[in-house]
Every structure is written in structure tokens, then in C-alpha cells.
């Protein structure tokens, strides 16, 4: 089965840039979306189509993709930033990584 | 203002059948390129997709619990019902239902959220 692939933990010091990543095979031809889930709540999408913003969320966030990877970049890190992430593919079903913990301190 | 509410029993005994219902509002589950996936999250663990029913009555299913699911919209009551049978102590999990776009032909997003409701498999 096909498989995204994401760090188990990060942890940045505020106001450092923080970089969550994603691998997959042939990833390269799949868009990419972020999730945001902090503790207690639900996720919430915070980037679209590798590099789209919804309204309402911070300029800080950010996204890339090249090849097999996609970045979710987080510039200024805020403690209010730390939380799961997770990324998520669309290959004709719904794939999501295995998320990435973020810790901010 | 799009929103989405679980509903269904917080405790389930092993081998029975589960019934959860996402009910919507600020959209139809017939709008063109629009969707509703069922996704559940074991405490502590990573998000898994479960099931989803698109606009166009098409389905899908996880492939390790495809046996075990059903998925259905009703409109006329803004709803879509999801079943799981052979209820599983490691089943204990929120459960969630998103809304689904297809920003692009081949690309999906997950825009809205349910809170969540937490069931717990025991007997």
C-alpha cells in the first residue's frame, strides 16, 4: 500500500523556522495538503495544493514540494504552533503520514 | 459556515455494530467536486481514513476494514452514516468526518472538520 513518510518529533526553539517533511513514492506527482492538530482538538488544514494558504491561516506557514518530497515550513515558530502535523495525498483514496510532533521550547 | 457533527454511542461491546452519523450543514452532500470522509484516530496514535462517499454517490474504503464498512448519504437530511461491524476493542478511537474538495481533478483537501466523537470497544 502506499505509504507518506514523515518524522516522528521535531523540536525548535521560538522563533526558529521549523521544517516538517513528507516522502513518498511518486509523490512527485500527487498534490500535498497540511494538517495542523493540536492537543485535544481536530485537525485543521493548513496548507493546500503543496503551497496554498486557506484564509486565515498565519503568513508563517508555508509549503513546498520537489520530487518524492514535500516541506510544510513553519518561519517564526510560535509556542502556539506546537502540535501534530500531519501531510495527506489524494490517490484516488485519502493517505495521511504518520505525523510529525512538534515541540516548541 | 460550514460545519459537521458526529453522532452515535460513546461505548460499544465487542462484535457489535457501530453506527456513527455525520450530519452537515452549510453545504450539500451533493455538490459537485464535494465529498465526506470518515476518519478515526486511536488515543495517542496517527489519523486513518476510514471510508468516504462523494457527490456523485461514489465510494471507497479502507482496505484492511473494507469487510467491515458501509458508507451512505441520506440528502433530504443533510447526513451521511458510517457502519462498522465486528466492533474491536483496538477500534477504541474519535472518530471523525471531514468535509472533502476536489481542488483539482487529482487532489483532495480535507477544508472542515467535525469535533469528533470518542468511542470506546469494551465489554
Known amino acids: 500500500s502506499y505509504e507518506l513518510t514523515q518524522a516522528p518529533s521535531l523540536s525548535v526553539s521560538p522563533g526558529q523556522t521549523a521544517s516538517i517533511t513528507c516522502v513518498g513514492f511518486n509523490l512527485g506527482d500527487k498534490y500535498v495538503s497540511w494538517y495542523q492538530q493540536r492537543p485535544g482538538q481536530s485537525p485543521v488544514l493548513v496548507i493546500y495544493g503543496d503551497l496554498r494558504r486557506p484564509s486565515g491561516i498565519p503568513e508563517r506557514f508555508s509549503g513546498s514540494h520537489s520530487g518524492n518530497t514535500a516541506t510544510l515550513t513553519i518561519s517564526g515558530t510560535q509556542t502556539m504552533d506546537e502540535a501534530d502535523y500531519y501531510c495527506?495525498?489524494?490517490?484516488?483514496?485519502?493517505?495521511f503520514g504518520g505525523g510529525t510532533k512538534l515541540t516548541v521550547l | 459556515q460550514v460545519t459537521l457533527q458526529e453522532s452515535g454511542p460513546v461505548l460499544a461491546k465487542p462484535t457489535e455494530t457501530l453506527t456513527l452519523t455525520c450530519t452537515v450543514s452549510g453545504f450539500s452532500v451533493n455538490n459537485a467536486r464535494m465529498g465526506v470522509s470518515w476518519i478515526r484516530q486511536p488515543p495517542g496514535k496517527a489519523l486513518e481514513w476510514l471510508a468516504h462517499?462523494?457527490?456523485?454517490?461514489?465510494?471507497s474504503y479502507s482496505r484492511s476494514l473494507k469487510s467491515r464498512l458501509s458508507i451512505s448519504k441520506d440528502t433530504s437530511r443533510s447526513q451521511v452514516v458510517l457502519t462498522m461491524t465486528n466492533m474491536d476493542p483496538v477500534d477504541t478511537a474519535t472518530y471523525y468526518c471531514t468535509q472533502m474538495y476536489f481542488y483539482d481533478t487529482r487532489a483532495v483537501s480535507l477544508d472542515v472538520w467535525g469535533q469528533g466523537t470518542t468511542v470506546t470497544v469494551s465489554s
Open positions: 462517499i462523494l457527490w456523485n454517490d461514489e465510494t
Open positions: 495527506q495525498a489524494w490517490d484516488s483514496t485519502i493517505l
